[in-house]
């Protein structure tokens, strides 16, 4: 196997197991550090904004309009963008509300009553959210896998913004499971198995997806993850940010995010 190839899948690997660590945070920490993530979450949000809207979409552009021409590069790259967009809020709304990931849990949640929590039906809560996030990080291991294989700073960068987003995931699905079992290390499990679907699609990329790697099908992928990615931010990230916040706390994380990923592109130019 290619080493890029091994690259991008031990990035992408990392970027799923980061639930695991929202797990251990969750059982280690008394209170959330609100302004902190409020800030991490913005951050990841400007990062996957920025790169998908000036790096990965003008990829797919390059790369399908030098494949089909001038005009049908164009309109296959907006379709592959908008088509992306439509693929992951497909996703999203199969998911029950109890179970959505987008739902902001905090670590004071691990302190409220086990009775009141079990009358909420926290172990299906749980269960469900581990299932949820598990579908979310699908089709973000994809584009993880499939950024660092072309280019392995930019998929360095988009692993990290995604490992970020995961890690208040982590937090989400511990926290129910916890203490509608008892069992901290059923909790972590389960948080660690949600996580496994982001290098699960990976290897359905790698399989699926690399014998038949043109320059249309990587394009019209580029273009598919920079409207996942977007969609993402605003629907998932800047929400949950916003929720979190006490100022502007989350977008300056969202404006720092842009400025460190426009000045990670500038220096590898």
């Known amino acids: 196997m290619e080493p890029n190839v091994i690259y991008a899948f031990l990035l992408t690997l990392g970027a799923g197991l980061a639930t ?33 809207m000036v790096e990965i979409f003008f990829k797919a552009q390059e790369s399908l309009v030098g494949a089909l021409g001038e005009v049908g590069g164009q309109w296959v790259t907006v379709g592959g963008f908008f088509g992306g ?17 987008h739902e902001v ?8 009553s086990k009775e009141e929590l079990e009358r909420q ?33 930019l998929g360095l960068a988009i692993a990290l913004a995604i490992a970020i987003h995961n890690i208040p995931e982590g937090v989400a699905v511990s926290v ?4 509608a079992t008892g069992s901290k290390r059923k909790a972590f499990r389960l948080s660690f198995l949600s996580g496994l679907s982001e290098p699960a699609g990976a290897i359905l990329a790698f399989l699926l997806l690399m014998p038949f790697l043109t320059d249309t099908l990587f394009g019209i992928i580029f273009a ?4 996942i990615m ?23 994380g969202v404006v720092s995010g842009m400025a460190v990923m426009a000045l990670s592109l500038l220096l590898f130019i």
């Open 20 to 52: 695991g660590i929202g797990s251990i945070l969750a059982f280690f920490t008394s209170t959330t550090n609100t302004r902190f993530l409020a800030f991490s979450l913005g951050f990841s949000g400007g990062v996957m904004i920025y790169v998908s």
């Open 105 to 112: 849990k905090r670590v004071e949640d691990m302190h409220m």
């Open 176 to 179: 129910p499971i916890y203490f």
């Open 230 to 252: 977007v969609f993402i931010s605003l629907d998932e990230l800047l929400p949950a940010a916003k929720k979190y916040d006490e100022t502007h706390v989350s977008i300056y």
């Open 224 to 227: 598919a993850v920079a409207g």
């Open 121 to 153: 039906g926290l172990m299906k809560m749980g269960t469900f959210t581990a299932l949820a996030i598990a579908i979310h990080n699908f089709p973000e291991g994809i584009a993880t896998f499939t950024s660092a294989l072309n280019d392995p700073g």
């Open 85 to 101: 967009m439509i693929f992951i809020a497909a996703i999203d709304r199969l998911v029950p509300q109890k179970g959505n990931p």
